[in-house]
């Protein structure tokens, strides 16, 4: 039996190896394509993996990787009994809350609204008006920011001629930081958030809607009973995967913006990495620093799918 049970397994195995050469063969273009996106996540996301040790290392660049100390889980010790932590914590959580909350859903409620539309002329207009600012550079939109929000900028002089208010100075209060960074990043990227919402409606049944009208559903209606759901299972796998990257924050965008006096505020777990690591040279600190916040967005991803793989059924996998 056992010589039997082996001969099975090598056959199958064969045939598995004879079905993988034919697949290769068939679709080598296919596979031609995909290899330079294989080789980008292979080269700088996996490759990279093996200096992941150095957060539980007395790294030196003098020694490398494999001859620096062990120092186990000290890193991380440092940095949960450090003032840092907490801070840059409450400061990620509610960044990418606000921005869960307030600009995931204006993606949604922009492509609605052009659906609504029925002049077509009008709705490519309000579209390429709302994609153009996701392709100016983060430079150039903190820079503009600046010059309008600054004591002499324009929105100072508007707030001074029309109430009367004494300039602020946006940039350099704490409690300011926070509004300048999810309202000028819903501005910049809600054009193209709705990009995938848009598609997604296009692909309802038009039928259904005939349907609705014939049985006397109005706009609003054919909104939440067509529309909606339709739409619901791209917008459960989008909420997975901002789920996921919630402890992630846009670390260039803060970094620009950013200054010490708003640091209460405005420092986050990447600004933190990036001060320690690299302007600091503390790179085994920084690594562990950097791990944890990893391993966090990657228990919310797993805890996010599958809440909704049990209450939706939608899933990543």
Do not use: C
């Not at 030196?60 to 003032?83: A, C, H, M, R």
């Not at 789920?243 to 600004?271: F, Q």
């Amino acid at each position: 039996m056992a010589v039997i049970n082996k001969r099975n397994t090598n056959m199958t195995n064969g045939n598995l190896m004879q079905r993988i050469f034919r697949d290769f063969r068939i679709n080598k273009y296919i596979y031609l394509m995909l290899l330079p996106v294989v080789s980008y996540y292979l080269l700088f996301y996996y490759v990279p993996m093996y200096g992941v040790q150095i957060a539980f290392k007395d790294f030196s660049p003098l020694q490398g990787i494999t001859n620096s100390d062990w120092v186990g889980f000290k890193y991380f010790i440092e940095f949960f009994d450090s003032y840092y932590f907490w801070r840059v914590t409450r400061n990620t959580v509610l960044l990418s809350l606000y921005n869960l909350l307030l600009a995931f859903p204006a993606g949604i409620i922009l492509a609605l609204l052009l659906n609504l539309i029925q002049n077509q002329v009008f709705k490519r207009t309000v579209q390429s008006i709302t994609y153009v600012p996701h392709f100016i550079s983060l430079v150039v939109v903190v820079g503009m920011m600046v010059d309008f929000l600054s004591r002499d900028g324009l929105i100072n002089q508007i707030l001074s001629f029309v109430f009367g208010i004494e300039p602020i100075s946006f940039f350099l209060e704490p409690g300011w930081f926070r509004t300048l960074f999810i309202s000028s990043g819903i501005w910049q990227n809600v054009g193209w958030n709705s990009i995938i919402f848009i598609a997604a409606i296009a692909s309802i049944d038009p039928t259904l809607y005939e349907a609705g009208k014939m049985d006397g559903a109005g706009r609003w209606r054919q909104l939440l009973h067509i529309t909606l759901p339709g739409i619901m299972p791209i917008i459960t796998i989008l909420l997975i995967l901002e789920v996921g990257m919630l402890m992630a924050v846009s670390d260039e965008k803060i970094l620009l913006m950013y200054k010490p006096s708003t640091y209460e505020t405005a420092d986050v777990i990447g600004t933190y990495v990036y001060r320690k690591g690299v302007l600091g040279a503390d790179f085994g600190y920084s690594a562990a620093v950097g791990l944890f916040n990893s391993v966090i967005n990657f228990v919310l991803l797993v805890i996010a799918n599958q809440t909704s793989k049990k209450y939706t059924g939608n899933r990543l996998w």
